[in-house]
């Protein structure tokens, strides 16, 4: 019978006993961040440490840099959004009324959500909340950015009132001064 080595797959040989690493190259150091698997971090017994967890600073520091992609994120949509309300044109169509739609809904929505988009990046401490108000009043800020671009859209459309002649219905009629006669 064959022995229980040689009915092994290779590939299983491999993961249980990795091949030995190679020299690096004199002079040329790691990568930051990279541990190149030297005494240093492993234990005694040839298994590899587990990394170190963060800090709360540091943890404090990475919601904080989370917290601004986020608040960040509808201005990253608005050039696309504009070129497309560009390119839809000034007519009443069916595409150019869905596009305008969107422009209104999500940052409506976006604004509904505010406290539910920061939620996750909410920490216990009186320091952190001061920066995420900021990011906070960004995310608004933002959000009324994108809002003003379906604002301007709609201006483009012409339905917005904002000549004297949209509001002639509640003016009321001049009273002539001169008369005219026609002749027959």
Same mark, same amino acid.
């Given at each position: 019978?064959?022995?229980?080595?040689?009915?092994?797959?290779?590939?299983?040989?491999?993961?249980?006993?990795?091949?030995?690493?190679?020299?690096?190259?004199?002079?040329?150091?790691?990568?930051?961040?990279?541990?190149?698997?030297?005494?240093?971090? &492993?234990? &005694? +017994?040839?298994? @590899?440490?587990? @990394?170190?967890?963060?800090?709360? +600073? =540091?943890?404090?520091?990475?919601?904080? &840099?989370?917290?601004?992609?986020?608040?960040?994120? @509808?201005?990253?949509?608005? @050039?696309?959004?504009?070129?497309?309300?560009?390119?839809?044109?000034?007519?009443?169509q069916i595409f150019s009324i869905m596009m305008v739609f969107m422009a209104f809904k999500n940052p409506l929505v976006g604004l509904m959500n505010t406290n539910l988009a920061f939620e996750r990046f909410q920490t216990e401490g009186g320091n952190s909340s001061n920066k995420m108000?900021?990011?906070?009043?960004?995310?608004?800020?933002?959000?009324?950015?994108?809002?003003?671009?379906?604002?301007?859209?709609?201006?483009?459309?012409?339905?917005?009132?904002?000549?004297?002649?949209?509001?002639?219905?509640?003016?009321?009629?001049? =009273?002539?001064?001169?008369?005219?006669?026609?002749?027959?």
């Amino acid at each position: 019978m064959a022995s229980s080595k040689a009915s092994v797959p290779v590939w299983v040989a491999q993961l249980e006993s990795p091949p030995p690493a190679r020299n690096k190259l004199p002079g040329a150091s790691d990568p930051l961040g990279f541990s190149s698997g030297s005494s240093s971090s &492993k234990k &005694k +017994d040839g298994k @590899p440490q587990p @990394p170190k967890a963060p800090t709360t +600073d =540091e943890m404090e520091t990475l919601k904080l &840099k989370k917290a601004w992609e986020v608040a960040l994120a @509808p201005v990253k949509s608005l @050039p696309m959004t504009a070129i497309m309300m560009y390119m839809s044109g000034n007519s009443l169509q069916i595409f150019s009324i869905m596009m305008v739609f969107m422009a209104f809904k999500n940052p409506l929505v976006g604004l509904m959500n505010t406290n539910l988009a920061f939620e996750r990046f909410q920490t216990e401490g009186g320091n952190s909340s001061n920066k995420m108000l900021q990011t906070k009043l960004v995310y608004v800020a933002m959000q009324l950015v994108a809002l003003a671009v379906g604002i301007w859209k709609v201006n483009a459309m012409g339905l917005l009132p904002t000549t004297r002649s949209d509001w002639l219905m509640w003016e009321s009629q001049r =009273e002539s001064l001169d008369w005219a006669v026609t002749a027959l």
